[in-house]
């Protein structure tokens, strides 16, 4: 009975040490939230965290990211993971959003087309900065 005991807390322990190590691999930065709050950005490497108390909230991915759209297709990655922390859930709405807005302003004003895509990545770059993400090429579907 003793042995039971002994073989169940041992495998509970090394249950608690697997959790508590996080592999964080090249090109992803994951965001950590201890009791519901902000703890920490842990980046590539490998990574201590209390069980239960600590958990991984977002792996957010730093390399290029492709979104498509109405109309186009967006790349994108994040700079400032911290930045990008509080609306990476959202990040491709977003994107989507100002990328659709930025169109209909260039079709309303009459910009050129191949200027079009230049244009929307200069406003969206405007407006994502301040979330850490930067839009590096625009490219607009031809039109039939």
Do not use: C
Not at 12 to 24: D, E, N, Q, Y
Not at 105 to 130: E, F, I, P, W, Y
């Amino acid at each position: 009975m003793h042995l039971s005991v002994l073989i169940s807390v041992i495998l509970a322990t090394i249950a608690l040490v697997a959790m508590s190590v996080k592999r964080i691999p090249e090109g992803k930065v994951y965001s950590v939230r201890r009791l519901g709050r902000p703890a920490a950005l842990l980046s590539a490497g490998t990574h201590v965290v209390m069980p239960v108390i600590d958990r991984v909230s977002h792996k957010i991915d730093l390399n290029g990211q492709i979104l498509h759209f109405d109309g186009g297709t967006v790349y994108w990655q994040v700079l400032e993971p911290e930045r990008a922390d509080a609306v990476i859930d959202h990040a491709t709405d977003l994107i989507r959003t100002r990328a659709q807005a930025a169109m209909r302003d260039a079709v309303a004003h009459a910009v050129d087309r191949s200027a079009t895509g230049k244009l929307l990545k200069q406003v969206m770059n405007g407006s994502l900065r301040d979330n850490g993400m930067l839009v590096t090429r625009v490219e607009l579907d031809a039109v039939a």
